[in-house]
């Protein structure tokens, strides 16, 4: 018994720790789509901030300056994407596209570059990076059987971008749902022709959405290569910009059961990586590939209407234009 | 889209994605710089890597193929208005056709026999691994590109898992299946040209460059010339009009996805047939991604699709050359060109529009008063 | 600006703005699109405090000179003036600052936000939502209660009917403040008794003080309810009258730029057998709305019957329905004798096997592919006959050379094969269509609005075409929201209201006054 709850800790704890950057790339890829602009360029802007901030802490020796650098980095991209989809109106998946394969290829080469190792960044001492804060009383509540484990294992023992990444998800239900500037981007997403009318600027309301989107990612990928990891490796992403994408999905655009699914998609690598090996009562082992598909194949099943109906921005993906 | 009303054919299909493609070889050549290096030695280094060496035009022929396949695949789908992001999935999977029906067969029946099969298998497992998301865009209004980027994951997944576990040679490591039996499989041109007395520098360049252009062609008369292709084109440009003129949308989405599959299907049987011999792990390398970068630049037309194919095989090619001939750059910087590729020949493809436009009329031609 | 407190309600804090009128005048206003011009010169000037018509037939530049004035379209030369002074308008946002307020023809609501929150939008009063929305509901309640504008505030826009909508539209205009109202042919969706209760509303602002510049082509409207009219004709003003002195057949000859006769020389018809007979018709629309009720009517060789009404009333759907674009959902078709009941396959290749052709009432979305050269498009819909093909290809060939042919006769210009169709004129594209349609020779043809957006010549030209084609056998069934064309081409007419027919007439014996009458849904004497 006790042996199972302390399995069902660290398996919690780990589905915390790799639901972190999904939180922080379904949150921007709310800010992006719910204006109307497809981002799935997610995966790219995680990847160039998290080689810019494993790049920049380790030349500077402040994680707080590869913070920021990986966020203005990751912010820059999108303005990219912006100029591309918003200025030139052009296609906002062959934009997103375009950003992940570049991202590959300028993180690869410009590691090379500097470094010489490869592609990857020097590996970070534990100074240079965002080491888990233990919050207070934990000696104390340790005492407390179960409850104790629960504080200093789930609760407490995070890197403070894990803190900040939940912050994020309710800062960004505030701002959508409850402020005037969520009242705009939510209508222009839907209807652009709306706002434009009202004398609110489409462009500006899609500029500022996609580059609180890219200064979120450049959080996810700082936290990857700066704070859960000690550098960069080369693709580090691995997908998990993807995987984020369908999270946002999978939580209908809605900051809170975004989260929830970006934690379902954590716990199902964590259970996955735990139950590699072992052998389940009647159903046998359980291929570790399966679990790493489950995200993706339960968002297949929730697209295709088979668990309720995901409705996307009624404007996504199209151009503004005023004229003709 | 929004192509130019004002311009000339030439101009606007011509001029502008060469402007483009400058650019996007403008930039790298910047990056190139701020690496310090010299960007025209390394153009050089590439021109020389993709051509010169003995070989170098075989290798550089041999990657053509894989995006003449995997161009053709997206840009069908592009004539429908859909875009299949799908190809690296699809062509993955299209390996497994390979492999299954190789295993299955090269023992028992005539290998030349196999390879037939074994080329249908790629086409008939990639076309699956196309028609479900075309199936449900078509009936269940899922959106197509999310679900073909899911499908590349769900692919990835299936194919480590059987690799691992299922068709693994017994007693290997290195996840990949046996060697299929000697004679199945597309001849290898070298070996070809030998046969006939000829020495050519050995490459995996083989007959599946013929099929391509083969298969390019048809690409051309089913899009242009025949009934389907005419409804296909219909729906892409307006679904309201092809409902009206009596074309069956689902139906139409649901082949052109199987189509579209199959297409990007056959990459596997270079890859597979004409160079490996078995399936191996990873073996689409990102042909499938760069195929959509293809149909950009080539304009969803066979023509420029072979083009286009070409000079990314040039690129892919002159990119592992790069890795002898520098310290600091390497071939990775493909990946990069390709991305600069992507976005000013697809997502900033009109960008140019306006300044051409003004640039032609103030110098060529005055504006008609329509 | 001066306020006036409104002591209606309890709540005297809330206050509306209130002001003695603005004039506005245009300038020498000139806009390209590429190389269109849509505007030329364009001078007008409106008093204040006074309904203001501008009439002319579509693609005469009207929307695009409002477009202008709110500040959507950049001009590219004039000025506009706003109480003599001069001001520059270039943005939506700086339009409304100066009072000026816009509904336009489509509307500009987010359709899943509610009534409140259209409002709000560019308008929240602070930050935080909640904050904001108080005041902004006094005001609105002031507003709706002084102009009659009554409309639920929280419900969805997209659970309003377009009567409503258009209120919410108006609100939002008066809630920024609007002193100058510019509608864009604000009664095109309205039924009749929407539409009074439409001029109600615009008189009573009126009254208030508000300048109301009124865009539309109905010219009764104009005559009923402005003081001054503006005509509007390929980009240009070539009058500005006082409506008292003007009548509707001067507007109407200048709108088209000579004098309208329409008088079309009618063969007397053959009505020959019953071909489309329909029975009890109903349909109910994606959204759940009747939209068609017990419609029951038949057609006979070498007939038009028209179909009148406002609309939005069910006559696309019973286009949709009768070219197998929408399924049967209940009732009953019957053509040359075969019985096609609800559940049965039904889809516009079956139609057009059935020698039914249709041109449809947008030929834009539907009837062409714009970007498709006109060759091609002369074989949309009918890209399966043995005719144009040979196996699985098309004979391009033999696509051309009918084309050549159908363009002559048909008048179509230019009469290039390789250009596309998005070149043509709407004219041209509406010909286009129709050639297209009339070669299939068919038993019924089933044609929607056939000359919207098209040039007077080529008007008379669809017309010949469409009686030839009676006179030749074919039973017309012809929907249009163009009272004169229905009047001058049908035998019959059957008027439609709210998804139902409501009269039914000759087309010999019919007055504009009677089918209005049926129309507006308040006679039901058949």
Not at chain 1, 247 to 253: D, L, R, T, V, Y
Not at chain 2, 133 to 138: H, T, W
Not at chain 3, 150 to 158: A, K
Not at chain 3, 420 to 426: A, I, V
Request: overall charge neutral; glycine content about 10%.
């Amino acid at each position: 018994m006790l042996e199972m709850f302390q399995i069902c800790i660290s398996l919690l704890d780990s589905t915390i720790r790799i639901a972190t950057p999904l939180i922080f790339c379904a949150m921007a890829g709310i800010f992006s789509e719910r204006s109307g602009i497809i981002d799935i360029g997610l995966e790219g802007k995680m990847l160039l901030s998290a080689f810019v901030a494993a790049s920049v802490t380790f030349l500077t020796g402040s994680p707080w300056i590869g913070l920021f650098s990986a966020v203005v980095a990751s912010g820059f991209a999108s303005v990219i994407h912006g100029f591309a989809c918003i200025t030139n109106k052009g296609d906002q998946v062959i934009s997103g596209l375009a950003i992940n394969i570049l991202a590959s290829g300028l993180t690869i080469t410009v590691g090379i570059a500097l470094f010489s190792r490869g592609g990857q960044t020097p590996s970070l001492g534990s100074d240079q990076r965002f080491m888990p804060i233990d919050f207070p009383f934990q000696s104390l509540i340790n005492n407390i059987p179960l409850f104790g484990d629960l504080y200093s294992d789930v609760i407490s023992g995070h890197n403070i971008l894990v803190y900040l990444s939940l912050l994020a998800v309710f800062v960004t239900y505030y701002m959508v749902f409850k402020t005037s500037f969520g009242l705009r981007l939510r209508a222009v997403g839907e209807k652009p022709e709306a706002v434009d009318t009202a004398g609110i600027s489409v462009i500006r309301m899609r500029y500022q959405a996609v580059i609180i989107a890219g200064m979120l990612c450049g959080l996810a990928g700082a936290y990857l290569s700066i704070a859960h990891g000690a550098g960069f490796g080369r693709e580090m992403s691995a997908g998990k910009g993807y995987i984020a994408l369908a999270a946002m999905i999978f939580g209908k655009w809605n900051p809170i059961p975004t989260l929830f699914a970006c934690l379902l998609f954590g716990f199902l690598e964590a259970l996955g990586n735990r139950l590699q090996g072992v052998e389940l009562y009647i159903i046998g082992e359980v291929p570790v590939q399966f679990m790493q598909a489950l995200p993706y194949i339960l968002t297949v099943i929730l697209l295709a209407g088979f668990i309720g109906k995901a409705r996307a921005p009624g404007a996504i993906g199209v151009p503004y234009s005023k004229e003709g | 889209m929004n192509e130019s009303n004002f311009l000339p054919r030439w101009v606007s299909i011509g001029l502008i994605p060469f402007i483009n493609l400058l650019l996007a070889f403008f930039v790298s050549g910047i990056v190139i710089f701020f690496i310090g290096e010299n960007p025209l030695q390394a153009i050089l280094v590439m021109i020389k890597g993709a051509f010169y060496y003995p070989g170098s035009i075989g290798y550089t022929l041999y990657y053509t193929t894989n995006f003449i396949f995997a161009g053709l695949a997206v840009a069908l789908a592009f004539h429908a208005k859909l875009f299949n992001i799908g190809g690296e999935g699809q062509a993955y999977v299209g390996g497994l056709g390979v492999g299954l029906v190789c295993l299955a067969l090269d023992q028992s029946i005539n290998s030349f026999l196999v390879t037939i099969l074994a080329v249908c298998g790629s086409a008939i497992f990639g076309a699956f691994w196309g028609v479900i998301p075309g199936y449900l865009q078509a009936k269940r209004g899922s959106h197509i590109v999310i679900t073909t980027i899911m499908f590349n994951f769900i692919a990835a997944s299936l194919m480590v898992y059987l690799l691992v576990n299922v068709i693994i040679e017994p007693g290997q490591m290195s996840p990949e299946t046996r060697d299929f039996s000697e004679g199945v499989g597309l001849v290898q041109i070298h070996k070809l040209a030998n046969y006939f007395g000829i020495s050519i520098a050995v490459s995996p360049f083989n007959i599946s460059f013929f099929i391509a252009l083969i298969v390019s062609f048809g690409f051309w008369i089913l899009v242009w010339r025949t009934k389907f292709g005419y409804e296909v084109r219909s729906l892409g440009h307006s679904e309201t009009a092809a409902k009206y003129a009596g074309i069956d949308v689902s139906r139409t989405i649901v082949l052109v996805m199987a189509i579209s599959g199959g297409l990007a299907g056959l990459v596997a049987i270079n890859e597979l047939l004409g160079v490996h011999n078995k399936l191996l792990l990873g073996f689409t390398a990102g042909y499938g991604f760069t195929g959509i970068a293809v149909a950009l630049m080539g304009r969803n037309h066979p023509i420029g699709i072979f083009l286009s194919s070409l000079l990314f095989g040039a690129l892919y090619q002159g990119g592992t050359e790069l890795d002898f001939e520098f310290s600091s750059i390497t071939r990775e910087m493909v990946l990069l060109i390709q991305g600069l590729i992507i976005l000013f020949s697809g997502a900033l493809a009109y960008m140019m529009n306006p300044f051409v436009e003004k640039i032609y009329y103030n110098y060529f031609k005055e504006p008609k008063n329509a | 600006m001066t306020t006036i407190e409104i002591n209606e309600g309890n709540d005297t804090s809330v206050s509306l703005p209130s002001f003695s009128g603005s004039s506005i005048e245009l300038k020498k206003i000139t806009k390209r699109f590429g190389h269109v011009i849509a505007n030329e010169e364009v001078s007008l000037k409106v008093e204040a405090g006074t309904i203001h018509g501008i009439v002319g037939e579509n693609g005469a530049g009207k929307s695009t000179l409002m477009n202008i004035l709110f500040g959507l379209y950049k001009p590219d030369g004039g000025s506009i003036y706003l109480d003599g002074n001069i001001v520059d308008v270039t943005s939506p946002e700086k339009s409304i600052s100066l009072g000026i307020g816009m509904v336009h023809q489509h509307f500009m609501l987010v359709p899943t936000f509610t009534v409140l929150e259209n409002v709000m939008l560019g308008n929240e009063g602070s930050f935080s939502l909640k904050k904001g929305e108080k005041t902004i509901l006094q005001r609105l309640q002031k507003l709706s209660s002084t102009y009659g504008l009554n409309v639920d505030f929280h419900s969805l826009i997209l659970d309003l009917p377009v009567g409503m909508q258009q209120r919410v539209e108006i609100l939002k205009a008066l809630n920024r403040g609007a002193k100058i109202l510019i509608l864009d042919e604000p009664t095109g969706v309205l039924t009749p008794q929407e539409t009074i209760g439409l001029f109600e509303i615009l008189n009573s602002l009126k009254n208030k003080g508000v300048t109301i510049i009124l865009i539309t082509h109905k010219l009764k409207e104009i005559m009923n309810i402005t003081e001054a009219v503006s005509v509007m004709r390929g980009g240009k003003v070539v009058a500005n009258l006082k409506t008292n002195n003007t009548s509707p057949a001067e507007l109407a000859e200048k709108m088209v730029g000579r004098k309208v006769l329409l008088s079309i020389e009618k063969k007397e018809s053959k009505i020959g057998n019953k071909v489309l007979t329909v029975k009890n018709l109903n349909h109910l629309s994606k959204d759940g709305v009747d939209v068609l009720k017990n419609v029951s009517f038949s057609i006979s060789e070498g007939e038009i019957l028209g179909v009148a009404g406002v609309a939005g009333n069910g006559q696309s759907e019973l286009l949709d329905i009768l070219s197998g674009i929408e399924q049967l959902q209940r009732g009953e078709i019957e053509i040359n004798q075969t019985r096609l009941l609800p559940g049965e396959k039904w889809d516009p290749k079956k139609v057009r096997e059935m020698s039914i052709a249709h041109v449809p009432e947008d030929r834009q979305k539907r009837g062409l592919i714009l970007p498709f050269y006109n060759y091609e498009n002369s074989i949309l819909g009918y890209q399966r006959k043995e005719r144009y093909s040979s196996g699985f290809l098309l004979d391009k060939n033999k696509i051309l050379n009918l084309f050549t042919e159908t363009a002559e006769q048909f008048d179509v210009r230019p009469r290039n094969p390789n250009i596309s169709s998005n070149k043509l004129s709407g004219g041209n594209q509406q010909k286009l269509v129709l050639a297209r349609e009339i070669e299939s020779q068919p038993k019924i043809l089933l044609i929607g609005q056939p000359t919207r957006g098209v040039d007077i010549g080529a008007i008379e030209r669809i017309y010949e075409d469409l009686l030839r084609l009676k006179d030749s056998g074919t039973a017309i069934l012809l929907v249009s929201v163009e009272l004169d064309e229905i009047m001058s081409l049908s035998d019959r007419i059957i008027v439609m209201n709210q998804g139902k027919i409501v009269g039914e007439t000759m087309g010999s014996n019919a007055t504009e006054i009677e089918l209005g009458k049926m129309m507006s849904g308040l006679d039901r004497t058949n």
